[in-house]
């Protein structure tokens, strides 16, 4: 709704989960690396290792050199107008929210699997970022991946400085 009501003032807006990120840098940082690395200005998502929830669409995701290959929907960054495309795409109007039913259990749609489906279908240009340059998945990672290098962490298989990190799935329990 407030991207349908032309909210967004900015060019570039980044979306992530409210709970397991952390920024480690300012967005000035990513706006620079992601025009660095992302000319063409397309949506860009974090990748992960594991191909969640739908492991039958693991063999869409073509390997790129790097474990990172899956589509991760917790770190959103791109250009307002593409976002809201590609939402739109989404059927989100459909999507119902999470609410609690009549026996007292909660309905939680998956978002990810909305997401990871809108992506495989391209409807604006998307891409993953296998290198973990803008926003690093520490699901299923390994410590040995990783250089601690003072106040900043290097993924050693990418060589990239970690900037935001995703704690998704089994890193919550690595703190």
């Known amino acids: 709704k407030w991207l349908r009501e032309g909210n967004a003032q900015c060019d570039i807006l980044i979306i992530s989960d409210a709970w ?11 706006a620079d690396v992601y025009e660095a690395n992302y000319p063409t200005r397309p949506i860009v998502f974090n990748a ?15 390997d790129p050199g ?23 795409a989404m059927d989100l109007d459909a999507i119902p929210d999470d609410h609690q039913r009549t026996d007292g259990s909660w309905f939680h749609s998956n978002d990810q699997e909305h997401l990871t489906l809108v992506f495989l279908a ?8 296998v290198k973990c ?6 699901s299923s990672a390994l410590y040995e991946e ?11 298989i990418t060589g990239s400085t ?8 089994d890193a919550k329990n690595l703190i």
């Open 48 to 62: 992960e290792k594991a191909c969640f929830p739908r492991l039958d669409l693991a063999d869409q995701f073509p």
């Open 20 to 30: 397991d990120i952390l920024f480690a840098v300012p967005p000035d940082e990513l």
């Open 122 to 129: 391209q409807p604006v240009p998307m891409v993953l970022d």
């Open 66 to 88: 790097t474990p990172w290959r899956y589509f991760n929907g917790g770190f959103i960054m791109g250009e307002p107008a593409n976002i809201l495309k590609m939402l739109e």
């Open 146 to 156: 990783f250089a601690f290098e003072g106040e900043k962490i290097k993924n050693l």
């Open 162 to 169: 970690v900037r935001v990190g995703h704690f998704n799935g």
């Open 133 to 138: 340059e803008l926003c690093q998945s520490f």
